[in-house]
């Protein structure tokens, strides 16, 4: 059974790094079936995908445009964790964050996902 | 970035009634499309992917269908357990962008 267990900091002032750790039992960060995704939901913009990391021989990220100046997926195969940081943030970046998998097995769709992270951004 | 539009936004339904639910996708995404079931406090939950294929665990009473870009969600018979705010998302390109939420109350 897959469970991922995220971490981190749920308050930060404005300019301040945001940075979540996502802990994953049961699979592999490196499997080169799967996708480690991060998503954030807030009431003003809904579910919005931030960007994902996947093995594929070899490391890859991909990341939303809206957040790709500030935004760096890790894996991190010694602690088979993923990270997620978000530079300068600012109110508007106040959010439940999740982590995600995605697999081939239900054909790229999020299967597994974290517990959430309210994060909230305020002076 | 390919849009989602679901529809409706909200709606009113009693146990036992059949419930629909639609997303339409600004440009064809080739069945890359996956369903989830939100409750209060709780992570999105994966109920359908590839348009028409259930998750395993998930009652046979919901069901998805549709090709090109308008998909629909339905559920047969509506049980308590289901209120809940369903999304649709998209696959087929990045962003990896959903649906605005359909919520699912008690009339």
């Known amino acids: 059974q897959v469970q991922l267990q995220q971490s981190g900091p749920g308050l930060l002032k404005p300019s301040q790094t945001l940075s979540l750790t996502c802990a994953i039992s049961?699979?592999?960060?490196?499997?080169?079936?799967?996708?480690w995704n991060w998503i954030r939901q807030s009431p003003s913009r809904g579910l919005e995908w931030l960007g994902r990391?996947?093995?594929?021989?070899?490391?890859?990220?991909e990341y939303a445009v809206s957040v790709k100046s500030r935004i760096t997926i890790n894996p991190d195969t010694s602690k088979n964790q993923v990270s997620l940081q978000l530079n300068s943030v600012t109110p508007e970046d106040t959010a439940v964050y999740y982590c995600a998998r995605s697999s081939e097995a239900v054909i790229g769709a999020l299967d597994y996902w974290g517990q959430g992270t309210l994060v909230t951004v305020s002076s | 970035d390919i849009q989602m539009t679901q529809s409706p936004s909200s709606l009113s339904a009693s146990v036992g009634d059949r419930v629909t639910i639609t997303c339409r996708a600004s440009q064809g995404i080739t069945n890359s499309l996956a369903w989830y079931q939100q409750k209060p406090g709780k992570a999105p939950k994966l109920l359908v992917y590839?348009?028409?294929t259930l998750e395993g665990g998930v009652p046979s009473r919901f069901s998805g269908s549709g090709s090109g870009t308008d998909y629909t969600l339905t559920i047969s018979s509506l049980q308590p357990e289901d209120f809940a705010t369903y999304y649709c998302?998209?696959?087929?390109?990045?962003?990896?962008?959903f649906g605005q939420g359909t919520k699912v109350e008690i009339k």
């Open positions: 590839a348009a028409s």
């Open positions: 998302q998209q696959f087929y390109s990045s962003p990896r962008t």
């Open positions: 049961g699979d592999s960060v490196s499997s080169n079936s799967v996708s």
């Open positions: 990391t996947y093995y594929r021989s070899r490391s890859y990220n």
